[in-house]
């Protein structure tokens, strides 16, 4: 792996708390896909990690509520490159970027705004010319 994965600001994914499998890629190939755990399932237990802040942690394992297993753990799989260590880069990236959205404040909350009175006027005004179009469209008042 080429190092620590940001998350956001100086957090980052710890090493110690991931935990990878490496299995046979499903699908077409050669005689090298046989025989290679090319493969990658990245774990990382967010119920017990003592890595972000706790604040992080409730808004993650809340959004990430339909992603986990096992009582708080997120899973991660890769197997779209050829060799191990390239799906090892993408599913730690791809970790990294889920815990990053999933951890990110929620935004400001929207101000509602009163609309202004033309804005109305000039909708009801365009309704009633296209209603006064369609009605002498139809066949009534002709003899």
């Not at 959205?101 to 909708?123: C, D, L, M, S």
Request: charged share 30%; with cysteine.
């Amino acid at each position: 792996m080429s190092g620590p994965y940001c998350i956001r600001g100086t957090v980052s994914l710890p090493e110690a708390e991931l935990t990878w499998r490496f299995t046979r890629s499903s699908g077409p190939g050669g005689q090298h896909v046989n025989t290679s755990d090319t493969q990658v399932e990245l774990r990382f237990d967010l119920a017990r990690t003592q890595a972000l802040p706790e604040v992080w942690k409730r808004r993650a394992l809340e959004r990430l509520s339909g992603r986990l297993v096992d009582g708080g753990v997120l899973v991660v799989r890769a197997s779209e490159h050829r060799s191990q260590w390239r799906n090892r880069e993408t599913a730690a990236v791809r970790m990294a970027s889920l815990l990053a959205e999933a951890t990110a404040p929620p935004p400001p909350p929207r101000r509602q705004k009163k609309i202004p009175r033309g804005i109305n006027e000039r909708r009801l005004r365009q309704k009633k010319q296209r209603s006064e179009v369609k009605r002498g469209r139809s066949g009534r008042g002709w003899q």
